[in-house]
């Protein structure tokens, strides 16, 4: 009885919150580039967004632009020929370029802090679908192909040392890499289907992730966990493999509905779903093992991209025809106890204390659990705008924390 008692006064301030939040706050997204051109293809890392970029179509090509913070967009690259498919990492953003035209597609960087813009890979053929973590950059290369056979394999290049070399130099049909730290994953075609494949540069082995009979495409890693769409249940769900347990999970797997593009940062999944009939950007946390659908209308809203530096903090990116037109959009996570006493207090441990070994337990504080990841987001924001509101949530959340001290230990 007094587990539930306490279950339903968290229930009660979560709905007060709801109340106040609505009360005294604006959207929690950021409409990043909403130029009447199309804008597609995000990358997010802290603070920074990139994208392609359609304004200059009809003279330059595609471009790469960028905006960081609350600056306006400006542009990375804007070289005739079209570049495609940023990523970033810190201050260091990759493309692949066209800019050679009839040599193909090529590996471009450009430094944020030196302002410098660095050719990564010219070779003949293609290079394209680069990744980038740290110095390390990686990418999907044809110059082994002929006339007759297209032949893809990975290819690294690392900043620190200036040396380039295949990754995997036996296996063909490699495609559509990712690196984080030391492991680089991809879709490999040596079965005759997509698989998903790890290699891991400080040990030098390399690890068959998924070899299921049907096609694992799109991988992505982050620290030791790997995620991908999966068409194993006859369309695609979107699983994740723990590199340190060793254990495969499917993350979403809805029947009758496509869950793909996904994208993972530290504690946070996010991918466009179609169960609603058309596309919206959901969310998974898996400390949580929590779906958080994150943000949805008519329009329709693709290739989101995600940034976490801790498990209470996100930055989610995504494209939006809401306007009529492909635009980039952005929200932002923070943890409302977090915003009050700091990532680290000990407020915030015992908060998550309690939600681990008690709301979890009944399907009443389940549902409290997901009432307050929907609406932290927006208390947070008005948190950030209105310094009473923020009193008034801390004077709430400290009435909790010594009603729930004892019932967590």
């Known amino acids: 009885m007094k587990k539930l008692s306490l279950i339903l006064i968290i229930g009660m301030v979560v709905i007060l919150l709801r109340g106040l939040s609505l009360a005294s706050m604006c959207q929690w997204y950021d409409l990043i580039c909403t130029e009447s051109h199309n804008q597609e293809y995000p990358a997010v890392s802290e603070e920074k967004v990139v994208w392609v970029d359609y304004r200059n179509y009809g003279y330059s090509g595609s471009d790469i632009y960028m905006v960081a913070g609350g600056a306006e967009s400006r542009p990375i690259c804007s070289e005739v020929g079209d570049q495609w498919f940023p990523a970033i990492s810190g201050d260091k953003i990759v493309w692949q370029d066209m800019r050679h035209g009839e040599n193909g597609w090529d590996i471009y960087m450009y430094d944020l802090g030196t302002g410098q813009e660095t050719p990564i890979c010219t070779e003949d053929w293609d290079q394209v679908n680069p990744a980038i973590s740290g110095d390390r950059i990686v990418w999907e290369d044809y110059r082994d192909s002929t006339i007759s056979r297209g032949i893809s394999r990975i290819y690294m290049y690392d900043l620190a040392t200036g040396r380039e070399a295949p990754v995997h130099p036996v296996s063909d049909g490699q495609t559509g890499p990712d690196i984080s730290g030391n492991r680089i994953v991809w879709m490999d075609f040596r079965n005759s289907n997509y698989d998903i494949y790890m290699y891991d540069l400080a040990t030098g082995q390399e690890t068959p992730i998924c070899t299921d009979s049907q096609f694992q495409e799109v991988p992505k890693i982050s620290g030791d966990k790997i995620v991908w769409e999966d068409n194993r249940n006859g369309d695609w769900d979107i699983y994740m493999y723990d590199i340190t347990t060793g254990k495969e999970s499917p993350i979403c797997a809805l029947r009758g509905s496509p869950q793909e593009h996904p994208a993972i940062s530290g504690d946070w999944i996010s991918w466009q779903d179609n169960r609603n009939g058309n596309w919206d950007i959901y969310l998974y946390q898996i400390s ?90 927006t208390v947070v924001k008005a948190m950030e705008e209105d310094e009473d509101f923020k009193a008034q949530v801390k004077e709430m959340i400290d009435g909790v924390l010594m009603l729930i001290e004892e019932e967590a230990e």
């Open 288 to 377: 949580n093992m929590e779906e958080i659908p994150s943000y949805a209308n008519l329009a329709g809203q693709i290739s989101p991209a995600v940034y976490s530096s801790a498990p209470s903090e996100l930055n989610l990116v995504w494209v939006d025809y809401q306007n009529g037109n492909a635009d980039i959009y952005k929200c932002g996570y923070e943890c409302s106890g977090v915003q009050i006493y700091g990532e680290n207090s000990e407020q915030v441990a015992l908060l998550r204390k309690f939600r681990d070994k008690v709301l979890r337990t009944t399907p009443e504080g389940q549902e409290i659990i997901k009432l307050y990841y929907q609406w932290s987001p």
